[in-house]
């Protein structure tokens, strides 16, 4: 289904309803709500549980529409699509789940929506703004033109970018548009702490004990995994049950 932001977002219902809010699933950098949340098996043992889900496809991402500027993929205005997603559903409390970028931004999601996020589990967070080193002009003008930039992180991202072929530009801007809306986690809006995730062999997440530190009663659980395998972990998909049922 395509929102009124434009996005495409995915509805699923369980069989016999819970009773408890929505869940809210937000997928990482470069990949889909399908990809991160369908084929992982996570909407099909959040169902199981009772729970409405809520899949959207981020701006520049999936199938939903790239980005015309950089502006439209700033950390505020993806924060702001989710809120709008939610609001055009008609729902007022729903839990979060979001993993890598999407945890950048569940982190943010609250103080978007106050008094409305019951739940919320912050998977792959990265302590630092990732995309803070990226040289913008060289990444646009490697997508564009092919040329390598000569810093190598640079070019680790214009290659991880221009594997998506024609989503290739909406996704540089979206690296401009967050490097422009750096994280700096300071005060958590929600109602209860989150729980944080990471994997063990997750170097991106390293220093995250930073982060926990700044909410009082949150708590850590490391599973199995590098980056990006731990969607798929058991130890993961069980971790969220746990926490959204708590």
């Given at each position: 289904?395509?929102?009124?932001?434009?996005?495409?977002?995915?509805?699923?219902?369980?069989?016999?309803?819970?009773?408890?809010?929505?869940v809210?699933?937000?997928?990482?950098?470069?990949?889909?709500?399908?990809?991160?949340?369908v084929?992982?098996?996570?909407?099909?043992?959040?169902?199981?549980?009772?729970?409405?889900?809520?899949?959207?496809?981020?701006?520049?991402?999936?199938?939903?529409?790239?980005?015309?500027?950089?502006?439209?993929?700033?950390?505020?205005?993806?924060?702001?699509?989710?809120?709008?997603?939610?609001?055009?559903?008609?729902?007022?409390?729903?839990?979060?789940?979001?993993?890598?970028?999407?945890?950048?931004?569940?982190?943010?999601?609250?103080?978007?929506?106050?008094g409305?996020?019951?739940?919320?589990?912050?998977?792959?967070?990265?302590?630092?703004?990732?995309?803070?080193?990226?040289?913008?002009?060289?990444?646009?003008?490697?997508?564009?033109?092919?040329?390598?930039?000569?810093?190598?992180?640079?070019?680790?991202?214009?290659?991880?970018?221009?594997?998506?072929?024609?989503?290739?530009?909406?996704?540089?801007l979206?690296?401009?548009?967050?490097?422009?809306?750096?994280?700096?986690?300071?005060?958590?809006?929600?109602?209860?702490?989150?729980?944080?995730?990471?994997?063990?062999?997750?170097?991106?997440?390293?220093?995250?004990?930073?982060?926990?530190?700044?909410?009082?009663?949150?708590?850590?659980?490391?599973?199995?995994?590098?980056?990006?395998?731990?969607?798929?972990?058991?130890?993961f998909?069980?971790?969220v049950?746990?926490?959204?049922?708590?």
């Amino acid at each position: 289904m395509q929102s009124r932001t434009g996005l495409t977002v995915r509805t699923f219902t369980p069989d016999q309803a819970a009773g408890a809010p929505p869940v809210l699933l937000v997928h990482g950098f470069g990949s889909d709500g399908h990809r991160d949340w369908v084929e992982s098996g996570i909407v099909r043992a959040l169902t199981a549980a009772g729970r409405t889900v809520i899949v959207p496809d981020l701006r520049g991402h999936g199938e939903s529409p790239a980005p015309a500027t950089a502006a439209e993929v700033t950390a505020p205005a993806l924060v702001s699509d989710l809120v709008a997603v939610l609001d055009e559903a008609g729902i007022d409390t729903f839990d979060l789940v979001g993993y890598s970028l999407g945890a950048r931004l569940g982190w943010d999601v609250p103080a978007a929506a106050p008094g409305r996020v019951r739940r919320a589990l912050l998977g792959g967070l990265s302590p630092a703004e990732p995309f803070e080193a990226v040289d913008v002009a060289a990444l646009h003008r490697a997508v564009a033109e092919g040329t390598e930039p000569a810093d190598p992180f640079t070019g680790m991202i214009a290659g991880m970018v221009r594997a998506h072929g024609p989503r290739a530009a909406g996704l540089a801007l979206c690296v401009e548009g967050l490097r422009s809306t750096p994280f700096v986690p300071q005060v958590w809006d929600g109602q209860a702490p989150p729980a944080f995730v990471v994997g063990q062999d997750d170097m991106m997440t390293h220093g995250i004990e930073r982060v926990v530190a700044l909410v009082a009663g949150a708590e850590l659980t490391r599973v199995p995994g590098a980056h990006h395998e731990v969607l798929t972990q058991d130890a993961f998909r069980r971790t969220v049950l746990d926490v959204l049922a708590g």
